[in-house]
């Protein structure tokens, strides 16, 4: 088991930035992928950013030049560094974990309890 713990969440402005954390513990593998979604009201959950074990990483078009994911020293962080907000931002973000090399939309083995962002006009 993995258990994930997620941290950074909050209420921001327009054009602000947030940064998101998630650490995680139990039976990881050397070679791990981890990775954000969100999910916002009514919508699906989607993912947003990911990190591959060779650190790699990837982006949906909508943020990226914003948004920044990035591993601590230890690979069993990720953080998310969220630059120039916008309300179309306001989710759930979820930390999303997999003891595999790649994160797969729909595959991933485990997740975080969510932290809620929320970007105002």
């Known amino acids: 088991q993995v258990q994930l713990v997620e941290s950074g969440g909050g209420l921001v402005q327009a054009g602000g930035s947030l940064r998101l954390s998630c650490a995680a513990s139990?039976?990881?593998?050397?070679?791990?992928?981890m990775g954000w979604y969100r999910q916002a009201p009514g919508g699906q959950r989607e993912l947003v950013a990911s990190?591959?074990?060779?650190?790699?990483?990837s982006y949906v078009d909508s943020v990226k030049g914003r948004f920044t994911i990035s591993r601590g020293n230890a690979k069993n962080t990720v953080y998310l560094q969220m630059n120039s907000l916008k309300p179309e931002d306001t989710a759930v973000y979820y930390c999303?974990?997999?003891?595999?090399?790649?994160?797969?939309?729909?595959?991933?083995?485990?997740w975080g309890q969510g932290t809620q962002v929320t970007v105002s006009s």
């Open positions: 139990g039976s990881i593998l050397s070679t791990n992928a």
């Open positions: 990190i591959n074990s060779g650190g790699s990483t």
């Open positions: 999303a974990f997999r003891n595999a090399p790649t994160i797969v939309p729909g595959l991933n083995d485990y």
